[in-house]
Antibody, heavy 121, light 108 residues
Framework: QVQLQESGPGLVKPSQTLSLTCTVS??????????WSWIRQPAGKGLEWIGR???????NYNPSLKSRVTISVDTSKNQFSLKLSSVTAADTAVYYC?????????????WGQGTLVTVSS | SYELTQPPSVAVSPGQTARITCSGD??????AYWYQQRPGQAPVQVIY???ERPSGIPERFSGSSSGTIVTLTISGVQAEDEADYYC???????????FGGGTKLTVL
């Protein structure tokens, strides 16, 4: 069974960098069949696609966040990470990591439970 | 930027059929996916590739596509189906993911 688990600080100060890690079990990021993605959801609002990374390290980012987002992968630890710089209160949200079928075209088939990140001084 | 448009809310009585639409210019070229999200929980996929149903999803969930509109249909709605539903797809090039704004399904 594939499982994803987000981890990282739940509180980040304005102007600082939000950093989260997603640990994958039950599948190998190196398999090359999937994109590993980040999605967020502010309280009471909809889902927002942040970006994705392939095992090779190639990335795609939401154009609205591109200047502040970096997604990286550590295949040795079977983890991928999100960094979002210069955060403001508008970045307060539940952040999800998820597996997205590339060659399978099965969409987001596995999700982490989500982690709440609050931006506040 | 590319957008997917959903109605904010849909309400049906138990046993009736609920239909939730999602429109987007790139939908004729890109597959659509549907996710159910109950309060406080992560989304769960209910439809992939426009009309395929993942294992474990009840048969009452179905999807269809026609031009720039895709539709999630829930036949014989049950109280447990009350949730937010999101469509998801990609831009015309397939580079960027995008979610619809979500539809709150209320079971009366």
């Amino acid at each position: 069974q594939v499982q994803l688990q987000e981890s990282g600080p739940g509180l980040v100060k304005p102007s600082q960098t939000l950093s989260l890690t997603c640990t994958v079990s039950g599948d190998s990021i190196s398999s090359g069949s999937y994109y590993w993605s980040w999605i967020r959801q502010p309280a009471g609002k909809g889902l927002e696609w942040i970006g994705r990374i392939f095992a090779s390290g190639s990335t795609n980012y939401n154009p609205s966040l591109k200047s502040r987002v970096t997604i990286s992968v550590d295949t040795s630890k079977n983890q991928f990470s999100l960094k979002l710089s210069s955060v403001t209160a508008a970045d307060t949200a539940v952040y999800y990591c998820a597996r997205y079928g590339g060659t399978t075209q099965k969409g987001f088939d596995y999700w982490g439970q989500g982690t709440l990140v609050t931006v506040s001084s | 930027s590319y957008e997917l448009t959903q109605p904010p809310s849909v309400a049906v009585s138990p046993g009736q059929t609920a239909r939730i639409t999602c429109s987007g210019d790139a939908l004729p070229k890109q597959y659509a996916y549907w996710y159910q999200q109950r309060p406080g929980q992560a989304p769960v996929q209910v439809i992939y590739k426009d009309s395929e149903r993942p294992s474990g999803i009840p048969e009452r969930f179905s999807g269809s596509s026609s031009g720039t509109i895709v539709t999630l249909t829930i036949s014989g709605v049950q109280a447990e189906d009350e949730a937010d539903y999101y469509c998801q797809s990609a831009d015309r090039s397939g580079t960027y993911g995008v979610f619809g704004g979500g539809t709150k399904l209320t079971v009366l």
